[in-house]
């Protein structure tokens, strides 16, 4: 699959007040391509730097919607595959970051804010809520277990999400579990060989 997650959210959510682009910073501060493991291949040490693109993202900040621009860089492998770097906070194909989607789901599941309240809070649209309320119930049956879900209504299950500590260990598990990110909407396109190494890149 065509990127590479870094697990950097080592604390519990409900704690997390911080932009997806600090700790996009903090993940490019210290990240070193050579140390990564090709998904495709397998291989360690054979990343190097490959190119930039630009992202958009929305993050909810101090009773604000914050936005920002990132240049998110991709790696490629000696194998031919390259592979976005993408922290934790930042959603696959999506513009709005982890933070802000369980923010919404918190404040009318948990807080009990009317959807039309929340919709206006975070401007949003109403059927924006619910494309996020439906994909989070499918993903907590990919979580817990149909039977468990069940058992555990919305409001018990985020405050169980957001008492997860550290999350890193929770995002790392359900990537490697379903192949996608928590609340990512559709699966990562395949890696291609070697013999399409001129192949545009995709983009997330």
Known sequence: MPMIRKNLINCKLIFANTSGKFYHSSCMASFCPEDEVCPYCK???DCSVHAYYDRYLIDFLNNCVVTSNLK???VICSCGATHAILPDPIIPYRQYTLFFILAVLCDHF???IPIEAVCEKYNISIKTFYRW???????RKEWLGLLVSMELDERRSLELLRGTDPFSAFASSFFLQTGISFLQSHKNPAPYPRSCRGSPDFFH
């Open 72 to 74: 998110i860089l991709r």
């Open 110 to 112: 948990i807080h009990l």
């Open 43 to 45: 291989r360690k040490g």
């Open 133 to 139: 309320k439906d994909l989070f119930h499918k993903h």
